[in-house]
């Protein structure tokens, strides 16, 4: 234990946690950039001003730091999505806050998507993180969603909740790839689209 780490114990805690941030979003703007070979400790730390053994302090290596990076990713998309999602107070107003905020949020975060990409892809072919659980719990969440509203009579009945959830999903994770590669991607009308469509899969004649 460092010197007076107990007495300042909170501060202390703050800060890094807040100095860990930082450098997480720095690694993504640089994985963005320059790739996820190229994002060394030494190019992250030139992005923020800062040395290369502060870094060092806070990650023990690149895989501590980019778990940190898919942390961060997670927890900025949920803050960005989650209210906008219940801000809505009926089944189909809310898969479309979701559809269209997770899209917005990619199109507002797309360093974020490139990093993501860059990871899962990293030329040392290793298997850096998991999604699955990420990808699982998501489904679930869509998934309730569905099938609250289902039992509302707000979407129609004939439909498997948790298959429609999985579709949904991948509708909009394929939005990711196209808009890594092109920044010109319309991932606006992308969006209203494929809310539509999906209102139109779930729409119950009788809804109220």
């Known amino acids: 234990m460092r010197p007076g780490a107990a007495a300042n114990e909170p501060e202390r805690t703050f800060i890094e946690t807040a100095r860990r941030a930082q450098i997480a979003a720095a690694a993504i703007d640089t994985i963005a950039e320059l790739g996820y070979a190229g994002a060394s400790f030494a190019r992250i730390a030139q992005r923020l001003g800062i040395s290369r053994g502060l870094i060092s302090y806070h990650f023990d290596n690149k895989d501590d730091l980019i778990k940190q990076v898919v942390h961060e990713a997670a927890e900025q998309a949920i803050a960005y999505i989650r209210p906008r999602v219940l801000a809505e107070s009926t089944g189909p107003a809310m898969l479309r806050?979701?559809?269209?905020?997770?899209?917005?949020?990619?199109?507002?975060?797309?360093?974020?998507?490139?990093?993501?990409?860059?990871?899962?892809?990293?030329?040392?072919?290793?298997?850096?993180?998991?999604?699955?659980?990420?990808?699982?719990?998501?489904?679930?969440?869509?998934?309730?969603?569905?099938?609250?509203?289902?039992?509302?009579?707000?979407?129609?009945?004939?439909?498997?909740?948790?298959?429609?959830?999985?579709?949904?999903?991948?509708?909009?994770?394929?939005?990711?790839?196209?808009?890594?590669?092109?920044?010109?991607?319309?991932?606006?009308?992308?969006?209203?689209?494929?809310?539509?469509?999906?209102?139109?899969?779930?729409?119950?004649?009788?809804?109220?």
């Open 97 to 208: 806050a979701y559809i269209e905020s997770n899209l917005a949020f990619m199109r507002d975060h797309r360093n974020n998507v490139i990093a993501m990409i860059e990871i899962a892809h990293n030329p040392e072919g290793r298997r850096i993180f998991s999604t699955d659980a990420a990808v699982d719990n998501a489904v679930s969440a869509l998934e309730h969603v569905l099938s609250e509203s289902q039992a509302a009579g707000q979407f129609r009945p004939d439909f498997d909740p948790q298959v429609m959830a999985i579709v949904i999903r991948a509708a909009i994770e394929a939005a990711s790839p196209r808009l890594a590669v092109d920044p010109e991607f319309d991932i606006d009308n992308y969006a209203s689209q494929i809310a539509t469509v999906f209102d139109l899969a779930t729409h119950a004649e009788s809804a109220p």
